[in-house]
């Protein structure tokens, strides 16, 4: 008897806190910079949400290249609050920009990539257009 006990309350924890689960939401999950000049601002953040019913741990964010620097909250995010994950881009480097970062968190998708796009101008093509 003591067995079927020990038995229903094991499946009862298990089916209780399987329901609690942190859910990592995106408005987006790129973010273009269009056309920026050489050494220009290159910071921009992700906005989530979690829509869970549970707490949001991120436990890292990785870039693609060292020219992306990207920056993870500093704590857990409650369920239904929202924060960012910032992200700093090098824009002394002249050309188009196709990266990726990598979110790893306790979230229902606890991989999440998510893309920076855009190109940085030479001075050269930003002086021609401004002559233009």
Not at 44 to 55: D, E, I, L, Y
Not at 88 to 98: A, F
Not at 99 to 119: F, H, M, R
């Amino acid at each position: 008897m003591k067995k079927y006990v020990l038995i229903a309350i094991i499946a009862f924890v298990g089916l209780t806190t399987a329901h609690s689960q942190a859910v990592i939401d995106f408005e987006s999950d790129t973010i273009d910079y269009g056309e920026i000049a050489k050494g220009s601002d290159g910071v921009r953040v992700f906005k989530f949400t979690n829509t869970g019913n549970a707490p949001l741990i991120v436990t890292d964010v990785k870039s693609s290249c060292g020219c992306t620097v990207p920056k993870k909250p500093d704590g857990p995010v409650a369920p239904g609050e929202s924060s960012t994950i910032q992200v700093k881009y090098d824009t002394n480097r002249v050309g188009p920009i196709r990266k990726t970062v990598t979110v790893y968190s306790n979230a229902s998708e606890p991989v999440k990539a998510l893309k920076i796009k855009g190109e940085v101008l030479g001075d050269d093509k930003s002086l021609l257009e401004k002559t233009e």
